[in-house]
C-alpha cells in the first residue's frame, strides 16, 4: 500500500488504468462497477485536495477508450464529443445532483427530469441523413471512435432508412447496443461447447460481438440496439422527451420504459420500482439515467471535463452476499494459465448456493488484500462465476493467513512465467505438465475441433493407462487396446475408431483450431488457414508475417510462432500428418503478383476502409504488417496518419505512399463493392480537411 497520498494518486491511476483497459479493449473486467468507481472517487477527492498533484493525463480528465482494440476498423472523429455520465449508488447522491442542477440554473425549479433505464451494453453512435443510415461509431476515447457501420447494418432493430415526416436533413442519435439474455445463454453455449473461454456477461460479448472482423457473423450474435440521445444542429425539440418520441415515429427503437419526474421522490419511486421489476427483463441492465429535460437548460448547466452537469446515472447493487474464505485452489488451464479459486462457506446468493469463486489473479488478491480466514463480499451480477470484490475488516482476527501465490506449477512444479503486459501467470511446460496434456486432448476431440467420440472421462482413462499422451497417439490405438479399457465393449470401441477415421476429413482451419495455441480461437485458426493455405507456411512465417493476417496482433503472432518453432510441437505436428489429417487448404489466388515480396503498412484516413485497401494488397501478392519495421516496403498513409508509424518510417527510412500513388503502383483502382450507402461513410469535412468539431458536446 502506498505510504503518501502522491504514491497512492499513481498507484489509484495505474489500476483504473488498467481497468479501463481492461473493461474497453479486451472486455474482460475484473473489477466491478462499484469497485471502479469506489477507486475513481478517491482518486478524484485526492486530486482536488491536492491540485498541484493534479494531471492532464489522469483517469479523472478522460474517458475509457476501446480505440486499437480491434484492428480493422478507421478512426473517424465525433463531430460531437462522445462523453461519460457520473456515476452515483444513493438516492442521496440523486438528490445533490437535482440540487446542483437547481443552483446552476440559478435557483429555476421549473424544469422536469427524464428518468430511463441504464441498458449494460457498448455505446453507439449512428449518423442518419435525408433518412438513411450512413455511419455508425463507438464511443472510442470520446474524441474519436471505430467506424462500425459494415457491422451495424445487420442488427435488425437498427433501421438503414427511416419512415415518417419531418426527418431532420441530418442528424446523430446515441444508444447503446446490448445482447439480451437468450442470446447471451446461447452464445455462451456454444463457446463452451468448442471448449473457447465464454463471456464474463452481456455487456462484454455485445461488445467483442460488435468489433467482429467478419461482417457476416453480427447477424448470428442476437444483438440488440435502444437509442437514447438525439443530436440535431438545429434542434426543433424543447424536450429531450419530445425528440425521443419523435425518433420512435421514424422507426428509430427507443425503449418504453421511461418516465418524466418532477422531483426526487418521483425519481425517488422510479428507481425504487425497477430496482425489482428489472430482474424480469429479458436484458440487461445496471442502472437509472436521470436527465434534465429541457434542453436549453441543458446548455445553461454544460459539462464537466469528462461529464455533462444535467444527467447522472444511479447505479443499481449487484447482489453480493457475506461470507468466509476457506482456503484457494490453483487451477491449471488448457494453455498453461494459472487461475486462483477460493473455496467458500456455503452461502446462498441470487437464488443459488455458492461454495466457489474467482480471484482472477495475483494482482486482484493484493488489490483486495484478501487472506485466508477473512470474511469475503461475494457477486454474481452478471457473472458466470461468482467473484470476491471486498473483505469485511471490521471481522478480520489475527489468525488470517496471508495468500501465498505459487511461483510454480501446483500440478507438474514447473516454475511460473509472467510476462510483463500478462495479469496470469503460465506454467511453461506445455508438454510435460499432466492438466495441460488432459486439457489439451479433451479440447481436440470436441465438436468445433475434431469431433471424436471422446469424453472427459475417456480421456483420463487412455491418459492413465499409458494409451494416450498426445491427440496423435489417438490415431495409434487399435480395437484390441480400447477393449483392455473397463466398460467400453466392442460397439463404443467401433465407434470411436469410426469417429477418428471421419476426423480426417476435418478442413485444416479446424485442425488448426484442435492444435490449441494459446489464444488461437476458431476464428483466429480460420484466418490463419485462409491467409497461409498449409501448416508448412505457418511454420515458416515471421511474426511480422502473421501479424500481417486480419485479425491477428503481436500477442497473438508470438504466441504462434513460439507454438510453431517448439520441437514437442513439431513432432506432434509430423505424427498427425503420417496419420492423415488435413493440414492444408485451397488458397485464395492473388489477382497479380505485382506487389510480391511487399510490405505495406496502412495508416489513416482513406477514401475506402482500411479493411479493403488491405484486400487489395494481399489480392496483389503483398503483406499487411500492423507495424513498420526495417523490412516494411512502404508506409500507405491517408489523412490523419499515426504520427508514431510515420515516425518510425523516417527514422527506417521507409518510403510513404499516398493513396492515389498507391494506385498507380497497381495499375489503377480496383472496382469496390460497398453497402448502401458507403459512398456517404467518411466524416464530413470542412475546408481544412479535418472532421469539423463544434464546441457544442454531448455524450
Known sequence: MANTVEERIKELRKVIEKANEEYYKNNAPSLSDYEFDSLLNELISLETAHPELVSEDSPTRHVGSDLGSTKGFRQVSHRYAMLSLGNTYSIGEVGDFVQRAVRGLEGKTDFTFSCELKFDGTAICLTYRRGTLIRALTRGDGLAGDDVTRNVIHIPSIPKVLTGENIPEEFEIRGEIYMPYASFDRLNSEKIEADEQPFANPRNAASGSLKLQDSSLIATRGLECTLYHFICENNPFKTHTDALDACIGWGLPVSGHRKVCRDIKEIDDYIDYWDTERKKLSFPTDGVVIKVNELD???????????????????????????KLLSVDYQVGRTGAITPVANLEKVLLSGTFVKRASMHNED?????????????????????????????????TPDVEYIVYPTHCPICGAELVRDEDEAKSFCPNSFGCSEQIRSRMFHFTTRKAMNILAGEATINQFYEKGLARTPADFYDLTLQQLLTLDSWKEKSAKNFIASLKKSLQVPFDRVLFALGIRYVGAQTAKSLAQHFGNIDAIMAASVEELEAVGDIGKVIAQSVHEAMHNEDFKNEIERLRKAGLQLSMEKKTARSNILEGKAIVVSGVFSISRDQLKEIITDNGGTTPSSVSKKTTYLLTGENPGPEKVRKAQECNVPLLSEDEFYELIGGKPEITSIEGAKSLSADRNESGKDEITDLTLF
Request: hydrophobic share 35%; glycine share 8%.
Open 297 to 323: 437548460y441543458q446548455k445553461e448547466l454544460g459539462f464537466t471535463a469528462k461529464s455533462p452537469r444535467w444527467a447522472v446515472a444511479y447505479k443499481f447493487q449487484a447482489e453480493r452476499a457475506l461470507t
Open 364 to 396: 486482484q488478491i493484493r488489490l483486495h488484500d484478501i487472506h485466508i480466514g477473512d470474511y469475503v463480499y461475494i457477486e454474481k451480477g452478471g457473472e458466470i462465476i461468482p467473484k470476491i470484490t471486498g473483505v469485511e475488516l471490521s471481522k478480520r
